[in-house]
């Protein structure tokens, strides 16, 4: 993922946090906030040590960058996300987590319409 669409300040998370949109299914939860500054969409992901050790969590979090940028036309933009990853998450094929990223991000309204 390219440096200017990673999400890193502790400012930022924490503004979103507190202003920011949620929505959840059982492997991820979303928060969101509008923010002008981000150009097509900045992502930040967070995997605690509940899920793993720091293989697991990094490779948790590579494969949730992965799918974002494979998604990076289809995603609104000007937002600000973070991704916080569930244990459930841990033991699924990367198709079925994309499938599950998907559908939480379609939830939260951050997809285009395909055309």
């Known amino acids: ?3 200017k669409l990673r ?7 924490s503004r979103i946090y507190r202003n920011g949109k949620s929505f959840a299914n059982g492997q991820f939860v979303i928060y969101w906030s509008r923010q002008p500054k981000a150009e097509p969409f900045r992502l930040g992901v967070s995997a605690s040590k509940k899920i793993g ?3 697991v969590r990094n490779r ?7 799918i974002a940028r494979h998604q990076v036309d289809r995603l609104t ?7 916080i ?3 459930p998450a841990v033991g699924m094929k990367m198709k ?7 559908h939480v991000l379609k939830r939260a309204g951050l997809l285009k319409a395909p055309k």
């Open 60 to 66: 948790m979090r590579r494969q949730v960058k992965e």
């Open 96 to 102: 079925e987590l994309e499938r599950s990223m998907l």
């Open 77 to 83: 933009e000007h937002v600000d996300i973070i991704v």
């Open 1 to 3: 993922m390219q440096r």
């Open 53 to 55: 050790n720091a293989v």
């Open 7 to 13: 999400l890193r300040n502790r400012e930022d998370f």
């Open 85 to 87: 990853v569930r244990k």
